[in-house]
């Protein structure tokens, strides 16, 4: 039985990938998380019933703030905060999904000489796992593409992990939650964990026309509801979800959603037609455009530009009823997909960490 410290967080698409694993790694070892102190990690990793330590994080922000000039030493401080707990813990590995919360973390690890695997979702390696990788042992990846721009004989394609319970969902009960008879489509809107502004406005522009033809189940974020829309039989609003989203998934029949790197592996694993709308490059560092066009590429998803909606959204419906109208083609691809059990996958190779064969 091993000590493993779970890290990684500033969205929950940071977190969810590493609750996936805890249901079989809980079976034979004890696991800790290690996080902010109020990130939703915390909250997420709490809920889960994991022992937490919380220590003091910097944020990567592509823009100017006071904040950036200070940052630098709530590292260094989480730094030796974190090296005391994992001593205090007695850690014998470490699996971080990523996310700047996670850096002071690896690099304490990394001074006490503790194995350490990460996890790159998206297409392209994030600041964070970049800063990393040369203290890491192995680094699984969701793309096989993503392989080839990582150091030779560290990365390997797990493909991503899944939470179980999310591919267990009852139409019927995400039916009952949203009051939806099920005679029209229902079409689900995920903004990523945090919501999108662009999209709820979007959605929110258009959603008489599109709620002649659906039943909607909009996850707008957190303080993001509109309530004067409330009173809509066929619209559903809800700031965040939790176990529900397994039955909100089963009910849906069409997909509208970022382009996180958890998400479209879980609509992917779910075969439900969708539509991706990346995060543009000016919010980010294009790494969901990227995850997009791969899954384009594939014949998996219809990718909407940012831009394009906020030009004109009555592109949304448009193109909604084009995918409704080729949705088989659709569903065909992403059943024909080589899926990879990313859960299964990751967990060897911790275990063959743990091993030392790795
Ligand atoms: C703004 C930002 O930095 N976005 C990044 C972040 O996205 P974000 O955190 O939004 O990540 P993902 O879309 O990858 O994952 C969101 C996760 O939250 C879950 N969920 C979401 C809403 C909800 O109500 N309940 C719930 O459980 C989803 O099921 C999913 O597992 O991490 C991803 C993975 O590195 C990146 O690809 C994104 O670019």
Known sequence: MAKILLTG????????????LLGELREKHTIYYMGSKDGI????????GLPYFGISTGKL???FSLRNLTDPFRVIGGFFQARKQIQAWKIDLVFSKGG???????????????PIICHESDFTPGLANKLTIPFTKKICCNFQETVSLLPKGKAVCTGAPIREELLQGSREEGLSLCSFSGEKPVLMVIG???????INTAVRENIESLGQNYDIIHICGKKNEDKSLSDLAYYRQFPYVNEELADLYQAADFVIS????????EILALKKPNILIPLPKKAS????ILNAESFSAQGFSVVLPQEELEENPAVLPDCLEKLHENKEKYIKAMEASKERDGRKNVLAVIQSVLDGKS
């Open 61 to 63: 922000r592509r823009y």
């Open 285 to 288: 560092r294009g790494d969901q």
């Open 41 to 48: 990690e915390k909250e997420l990793a709490e809920k889960a």
């Open 9 to 20: 967080g500033g969205t929950a698409g940071h977190v969810t990938a590493n609750l996936a």
């Open 100 to 114: 700047f919360v996670a850096v002071p973390v690896i690099f304490a690890a990394a001074s006490l000489g503790i």
């Open 192 to 198: 990523g964990s945090l919501g999108s502004v662009a």
């Open 258 to 265: 970022r382009a996180g790197a958890n998400v479209i592996y």
